[in-house]
């Protein structure tokens, strides 16, 4: 799957890549890939599983937080459009019944 040769995996099982069930010569290593991934980004990165993990679900609070004032700034947006049109029928309607007050 990775096109690289048995040494390769084995070097990185001993630099801490997670493997599920490890291979050997003719019967292939059972890798879960997301592990995988995430090991490597970590690696690349230059920090711990944990830490990649800490900054991930950092990130993704973030992007929660930022996600959910957005979605209540648009829900104000238009709440606010409702009221101008509700305070413009109601505007109408006043002066509907003043002019017909008047009419008498």
Do not use: C, N
């Not at 980004?41 to 996600?67: C, D, N, P």
């Amino acid at each position: 799957m990775f096109g690289v040769a048995l040494k390769t995996v084995d070097d990185w099982e001993r630099r801490g890549m997670p493997i599920y069930q490890r291979g050997s010569y003719g019967v292939p290593y059972e890798i879960d890939i997301a592990a995988y991934w995430e090991w490597s980004i970590a690696r690349e990165w230059g920090v711990s599983i944990q830490e990649y993990r800490r900054i991930e679900l950092q990130e993704e609070v973030r992007r929660k937080t930022e996600e959910d004032r957005r979605w209540a700034a648009i829900e104000a947006k238009h709440l606010v459009r409702r009221l101008t049109a509700e305070v413009s029928a109601l505007r109408s309607e006043v002066e509907a019944l003043k002019h017909q007050q008047l009419s008498k």
